[in-house]
């Protein structure tokens, strides 16, 4: 699995927050990719699916293309319910294999 970061606090640099982000993300067995790096994975058509888990009416305004929305909020940081775990799995299909990417409008 992958987290992607795209927002308008990114530019030519690294943020600031950059490497304090990928040691939380390395701690809990994730991965941080880059805009550049979200771009190639896209142009590649491999299998990967991307998940933008922001509320639906800020999914509407913009989104990466391809993208699935999937509305997390804070109440489900810790454990899905079962309803939404069920939709969840839906949204990422049954392809075991492939490399998801979640990206939200912050890294919390």
């Known amino acids: 699995m992958m987290l992607v970061v795209i927002g308008p606090s990114w530019s030519k ?8 982000a990928l040691a939380e ?8 990719i880059t805009p550049q790096e979200i771009q190639n ?6 299998n990967t699916i991307i998940v933008d888990v ?4 800020e999914f509407k305004t913009g989104h990466l293309p391809g ?6 909020d804070l109440g489900d940081r ?4 079962p309803p939404k775990a069920d939709a969840y799995k ?11 990417v979640i990206y939200c409008r912050s890294f919390r």
């Open 67 to 72: 993208a699935k929305n999937f509305e997390i």
């Open 41 to 46: 994975l896209s142009a590649s058509g491999n």
């Open 78 to 81: 810790l454990d899905l319910k």
């Open 90 to 100: 839906k949204v990422l299909g049954t392809d075991k294999n492939r490399g998801i």
């Open 25 to 32: 993300a390395q701690k809990d067995g994730y991965a941080l």
């Open 13 to 20: 640099d690294t943020p600031v927050w950059w490497p304090s």
């Open 54 to 57: 922001r509320p639906d009416y």
